[in-house]
């Protein structure tokens, strides 16, 4: 008897374990590149990002990055700064660094395209430095996001909401008084997800901001419900907190974006 006993508490601890590994979140390393693109070199930038989508599959498939995004960034006007932003995707931190410091560009490119002789890929490259200028980098970490299982495709809209902490209590303000709100929203199918990333690079007092709330939404209908009030209810309690909160930061913008592309 002591040693079914013994059998059965050994089988509910490895469960207990095994569910808490599983609720773990997978930490998320994304490396944002910002693109500013004259429209006289639209369809240029256009077919360099699908040049640089087979690279991408390629990087996939060698497991040295787990997905790549190109988005289209509203408002759109040359004097409003990035047109477009790239996406990718790391399972670690130092795979992204690696990547930013040392990509073999050309190695990744040949076996791509390995029927593009070297001339051709280096006129693509050529191409692509020409079809755009990357404003700049961000590296981010993924600190929080809603419990959903929502799908990224072609066409979801994204909002992103560019903070600049103000306070160290900033991320706790953000998971325990508007992550719940956001909760609300997406069980109720208001918005897909919601989520929070802290910038990694560049970090300091100068840099323009500090970490991104972002949400999805399936659609622009969808975004446009939300933004004409039809969002989450909050009741007294629930907007002083609110109130409170929104001391912990300075939101610096809102970019609303569109995915255009997508490689996994």
Do not use: C
Not at 31 to 50: C, I, K, P, T
Not at 240 to 248: C, F, I, R, S, Y
């Amino acid at each position: 008897m002591r040693t079914i006993i013994t059998l059965v508490l050994g089988l509910v601890l490895l469960t207990t374990v095994s569910i808490k590994a599983q609720e773990k979140p997978s930490e998320l390393y994304l490396l944002f590149e910002f693109m500013q693109v004259n429209d006289e070199h639209g369809s240029d930038y256009w077919q360099s990002e699908e040049f640089w989508s087979g690279i991408h599959k390629q990087r996939i498939a060698d497991k040295t990055i787990l997905g790549w995004d190109l988005w289209s960034l509203s408002p759109y006007g040359t004097k409003q700064g990035s047109q477009y932003l790239t996406v990718t995707q790391f399972a670690n931190l130092k795979d992204m660094l690696t990547a930013i410091g040392s990509l073999d560009v050309m190695k990744y490119a040949k076996k791509a395209y390995p029927n593009k002789s070297e001339k051709e890929l280096n006129a693509l490259m050529d191409k692509t430095v020409k079809s755009r200028d990357m404003a700049h980098q961000v590296l981010f970490k993924g600190v929080d996001k809603t419990k959903d299982d929502f799908k990224m495709k072609v066409g979801t809209i994204i909002t992103m909401d560019i903070m600049k902490q103000l306070d160290d209590s900033y991320e706790k303000a953000e998971s325990e008084i508007f992550k719940p709100w956001h909760q609300d929203m997406v069980t109720t199918g208001k918005k897909g997800t919601w989520g929070l990333l802290r910038a990694i690079l560049p970090f300091g007092s100068e840099a323009y901001g500090t970490h991104i709330a972002y949400s999805m939404y399936n659609d622009p209908a969808q975004l446009a419900a939300f933004m004409e009030g039809s969002g989450g209810e909050m009741n007294l309690t629930m907007q002083l907190a609110v109130k409170e909160g929104l001391k912990t930061r300075d939101l610096k913008e809102m970019k609303i974006g569109k995915l255009e592309m997508m490689v996994r």
